[in-house]
């Protein structure tokens, strides 16, 4: 288990004091009858406002309510609160490599980091999720109604009479982030408890097709020590291409479609009519396409790896790169897209063959790295910790490089990043030696081997890797001529 979520009140801290003493506080501004803290324990974990439309009975008054609620709780309720015995040691316990925390719950998340830091639980934590305090984030039946305001918005406003500019992310940057919130919340007024709000029926409807497979009764193999497994080919792709499922016995197993000399996602009918031959076989004919551009068995035996990885070899979706620098994201590009400033697939393929040492692609470890052909990001360069944008330069191709964008967690606390533009951009065929020269900066910076490029990048900042791939910055030519970004 990689992931394990905690909710805040009554599992990791007990609220009570905090929360009943601060709902008496405003009962007894409103004038009305103040119950006891004890009877008034139910009012902790649902969402607050509605708590207070059956309190007062009156749904009218319950913002009034829960607005004076908060006029206590923010400097005073919020710390009445104490850690549960043993928690602090649990949670220390659970601490291991590759594994993440997460606070999860339907307190303003504004209100539970500020508890999780004052109790010194945070260093515990990668994330603390919450709602917000306008309400937002409390009803999952209100999800789908709240999606179609966001997008009734873009219908509105957005350019759909232009190709170039038709994306929802073009609005939000032209009207800016918080007018378009502003303008989404005014349409959510209008559709708030409309047809579009889920039904729970709908919700189990939905949730019913989502079975769970019938898994057997297995046990985990010994597949690190285990003799019959203990040759190098195999543990390569264990280590890289097999991941830890909640159900003993099992794994998931990404099959590359990263393979070199292939565009990255690319699969031919033949390897797909196989592919589907192999999920029936080994995973309950079930077959995911992740957005890294490759293809998932999300429930294989682990007693069947073996045969499985033979299967996958013999059909070129072996390749051990999931998570190092082969594992490219490339969007079709110039090559296959109207849209397109550059193309991105001979990019990708270049960067694999310069890269295709497989002992030298695990040296440098973990590193994403991402290509789109134009400004749209559908290749996400902006999250890559390498990112690559074909830009147009009086109608030639040309490539700006970005580094330190992540798609995830950087390390516990700190959150997903954009890239930053390392400077003027280059021709195709400069890339790969581009590409080169930073790995050379990261491994000369790294401190050890668990220290990944993108570690290396927010640690030191960009500069020691515009100086490897520009010179010195008084060497620099200062009008060097940068294209402009159509
Ligand atoms: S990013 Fe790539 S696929 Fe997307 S519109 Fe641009 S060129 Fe086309």
Not at 34 to 43: I, N
Not at 398 to 421: C, D, F, H, M, T
Not at 453 to 466: A, L, M, Q
């Amino acid at each position: 288990m990689d992931n394990i979520y905690f909710d805040l009140d009554g599992t990791l801290t007990d609220p009570k004091p905090g929360i009943t003493r601060s709902i008496q506080y405003a009962l007894r501004k409103l004038d009305r009858e103040v119950p006891s803290e004890d009877e008034l324990t139910w009012c902790i974990g649902p969402p607050l406002r509605a708590s207070f439309a059956t309190l007062l009975g009156d749904d009218g008054l319950a913002d009034r309510g829960l607005a004076l609620y908060r006029e206590r709780f923010a400097d005073i309720g919020l710390y009445e609160n104490a850690v549960y015995p043993d928690i602090e040691h649990v949670l220390t316990e659970l601490a291991r490599p590759g594994r993440r925390l997460f606070v999860a719950t339907s307190k303003p998340a504004i209100y539970a980091k500020r508890i999780v830091e004052h109790f010194n639980l945070a260093h515990h934590f990668a994330t603390v999720f919450g709602s917000e305090l306008d309400g937002r984030r409390v009803h999952k039946d209100e999800l789908l109604a709240y999606l179609e305001a966001v997008l009734r918005v873009y219908n509105r406003y957005g350019r759909r009479d232009n190709l170039f500019k038709a994306r929802i992310k073009i609005l939000v940057k032209e009207r800016g982030a918080d007018k378009f919130r502003d303008e989404v919340e005014a349409e959510w007024a209008h559709l708030k408890d409309g047809p579009a709000t889920l039904i729970s029926e709908e919700v189990e409807r939905v949730a019913g097709r989502f079975t769970r497979p019938a898994y057997q009764v297995l046990r985990d193999e010994s597949l690190r020590t285990d003799a019959r497994y203990a040759f190098p080919p195999f543990q390569g792709w264990l280590k890289r291409n097999v991941h830890p499922h909640k159900v003993p016995g099992y794994a998931a197993v990404t099959l590359s479609l990263k393979k070199t000399g292939v565009p990255p996602g690319d699969v031919s009918a033949d390897q797909m009519e196989a592919i589907a031959r192999l999920a029936d076989r080994y995973s309950f004919g079930e077959l995911r396409v992740s957005h890294e551009q490759n293809l998932i068995l999300a429930d294989v035996p682990q007693r069947d790896l073996l045969e499985l990885w033979r299967e996958a070899r013999a059909l070129g979706l072996a390749t051990p790169n999931i998570g190092l620098l082969t594992n490219i994201i490339a969007c079709p590009g110039g090559d296959f897209c109207s849209l397109a400033n550059a193309k991105s697939i001979p990019v990708a393929e270049a960067i694999q063959q310069r890269f295709e040492d497989l002992d030298y692609l695990h040296d440098i470890g973990e590193l994403d790295l991402n290509i789109s052909g134009c400004m749209n990001a559908c290749g996400h360069h902006h999250v890559g910790h390498i990112g690559i944008l074909g830009v147009d330069k009086n109608g030639e191709e040309w490539y700006q490089i970005e580094i330190g964008g992540n798609q995830g967690e950087i390390r516990p606390g700190q959150g997903a990043s954009l890239g930053k533009v390392l400077g003027p951009s280059f021709a195709r065929a400069d890339v790969p030696d581009v590409v080169e020269r930073l790995i050379k900066c990261y491994l000369e910076h790294r401190d050890g081997d668990a220290e990944r490029f993108i570690d290396v990048v927010h640690r030191i900042g960009t500069e020691p890797f515009k100086e490897e791939v520009y010179g010195h910055a008084h060497q620099r030519p200062s009008h060097r001529p940068e294209p402009a970004i159509a």
